[in-house]
């Protein structure tokens, strides 16, 4: 697929790599939100209690998983259109993407007035998992 004069190729992507970002994605994420982390800042900034948080149905985590193949699927195929792949050039992408999608989160949370410790909660998850993500593919595409 062309565009822009940039060439994007699925048959470069890594689908191992893709799912192994997948997998650290859902991983982060379970940590991320758990009191190892920031599960006790996140539900004390929602106004929750740990033991009323909810991981959801099966549903949730399938929809979850699919979201996060789809965000890890979209970096590598990004990946595709360098000269060379590398776990730097996968961080690069991976910080600038976590970085953009961080900023466009900030636009919902300032018209939703909510609070900016949940804000920095939300969005490092985000900037986190693309950076591992890039890396992860970065090294294993290249």
């Known amino acids: 697929m062309i565009s822009g004069?940039?060439?994007?190729?699925?048959?470069?992507?890594?689908?191992?790599a893709v799912l192994v970002a997948t997998a650290v994605t859902m991983v982060l994420g379970f940590?991320?939100?758990?009191?190892?982390?920031?599960?006790?800042?996140?539900?004390?900034?929602?106004?929750?209690?740990?033991d009323e948080m909810s991981g959801g149905g099966p549903l949730t985590y399938i929809l979850t998983a699919l979201t996060a193949l789809g965000g890890c699927f979209i970096l590598a195929l990004l990946l595709t259109m360098g000269t060379e792949t590398t776990?730097?050039?996968?961080?690069a992408v991976g910080a600038l993407i976590g970085l953009s999608i961080s900023l466009k989160i900030g636009m919902n949370y300032l018209f939703e007035n909510a609070k900016l410790p949940l804000y920095f909660i939300t969005v490092g998850y985000h900037l986190v998992a693309y950076v591992i993500g890039g890396i992860i593919i970065g090294a294993w595409q290249g």
């Not at 004069?5 to 191992?16: A, M, T």
């Not at 940590?31 to 740990?50: I, T």
């Open 31 to 50: 940590l991320w939100y758990s009191p190892v982390l920031f599960g006790h800042a996140w539900a004390k900034q929602r106004n929750l209690k740990m």
């Open 87 to 91: 776990w730097v050039s996968g961080l």
């Open 5 to 16: 004069g940039f060439i994007l190729n699925l048959l470069e992507v890594n689908y191992l």
